[in-house]
């Protein structure tokens, strides 16, 4: 895993994660990025902001004008009840609308706290330790899952949430955000879905796929 870094950090340039944010911006940012693209997630927070004056406006409001404001984010009719569900619970546990309690919580109970909010899972709640509270966290999305898939790190098959579980005690914790940010990127770019380019592969020599694929290729 090391050597893995290593490279993606020498082909990359620096691993640092994408943004630092507020914790509640960060939960509402990633749960709009579910089954889209970042570009078109930032644009449907971007939207919603600018749409409602503040969150207190977004839960007041029918969930189908708050479904209009993410329309650009993807399954804006279901995102738009579930971000609603979770303004209010957070509302009802902070008595306002703000999570920067979370700052003063350890990472086991912060995740503890973000996990039993309305649709929150694993990956979502390893996002907002990550990106906003600046803790040592793996969270799994579609690409980070194949990859490791691939270098052999958890099993084929493996569920999303159960690779969260595994690769959190496998990866040494200095080592989860930049390797999440690294395995993204690789996975974006080059350990497609389909056909990997392992040709271009900065870890070929260490993935047990990579020589596979190019076999059956030739």
């Not at 409001?61 to 984010?73: K, L």
């Not at 306002?96 to 899972?121: F, H, K, N, W």
């Not at 600046?134 to 799994?140: D, T």
Request: glycine share 6%; net charge positive.
């Amino acid at each position: 895993m090391r050597a893995v870094a290593r490279r993606l950090e020498r082909h990359f340039g620096e691993l640092e994660p994408p943004r630092r944010s507020d914790p509640l911006d960060e939960l509402i940012l990633t749960v709009l990025s579910q089954h889209t693209s970042d570009l078109n997630a930032e644009r449907a927070f971007a939207s919603l902001r600018a749409t409602f004056d503040d969150w207190a406006a977004v839960v007041g409001a029918p969930a189908t004008g708050v479904a209009d404001a993410i329309r650009s984010g993807g399954l804006a009719n279901t995102k738009a009840p579930r971000i609603q569900a979770i303004l209010r619970e957070i509302a009802r546990r902070e008595g306002r609308y703000d999570l920067s309690r979370l700052r003063e919580m350890g990472d086991a109970q912060a995740a503890e706290y973000l996990t039993t909010l309305p649709g929150i899972g694993p990956k979502t709640a390893a996002v907002v330790l990550a990106f906003a509270l600046e803790r040592n966290a793996f969270p799994v999305d579609t690409h980070v899952h194949r990859v490791t898939t691939r270098l052999g790190w958890v099993p084929p098959k493996t569920t999303a949430e159960r690779a969260h579980q595994l690769l959190a005690t496998l990866i040494p914790p200095e080592l989860q955000v930049p390797l999440h940010v690294g395995l993204i990127r690789l996975g974006r770019e080059v350990c497609k879905a389909g056909r990997p380019r392992c040709e271009d592969c900065p870890i070929f020599t260490l993935c047990p796929t990579g020589p596979v694929v190019l076999s059956q290729a030739g």
